[in-house]
């Protein structure tokens, strides 16, 4: 009998093994050209997309350049614990990334929303500011991909029903971007 672990590692090959990726390579040179720019990225999610927010943002601020060239602006908007209290409590939780993209963003930068569901009213809210300010807009989703799914300019979107393996994916492509983009440094 097959076990749980095989099960979950034999569905998540065979949604990678199953994809296209030009998708992917898309994003990874709207990356290339906000770093070559020094234009901002910002990342945003809630849960475990929150926390891979964060993780992406290391690698693409220190991981793309390895301390040999200076990476990429960008920060995660999920990092700041005062800042996302003090919004959710002052204003609402549904403002706690748009109301730092306001604050922050410019036409040139880089929204980055990351969802399972697709359905969060703040990164919702988010992708709606940061389209007024002409920021380019990108989400990495699943399950049907929601709202943002017919919000962002440009979408990734792993059809699956499976939370965990949705957020597998979010740092999968982060993770495919990241090398990609230490492959550009050298050129």
Known sequence: MESEFSKYADRLT??????????????????????QRKSHLFICGNGGSAANAI?????????IGSGVVPG???????????VLTCLANDIDYESIFSAQIKVKGDPLDLLLVLSGSGNSPNV????????????????ILGFSGGKCANLADNVIHLRVEDMQLAEDFQLIV?????????TQMIK
Do not use: P
Request: aromatic share 8%; proline share 0%; charged share 20%.
């Open 14 to 35: 065979s949604l990678l093994m199953n994809r296209q990726w030009d998708d992917v390579e898309r994003f990874a040179n709207s990356l290339l050209n906000i770093w």
């Open 55 to 63: 993780h992406l943002a290391n690698d693409l601020l220190y991981g």
């Open 72 to 82: 990429m602006n960008v920060e995660a908007l999920t990092a700041n614990s005062s």
């Open 124 to 139: 919702i809210a988010a992708l709606e500011v940061a389209k007024e300010l002409g920021m380019e807009t990108w989400a």
């Open 174 to 182: 982060g993770h495919m971007c990241m090398q990609w983009l230490k």
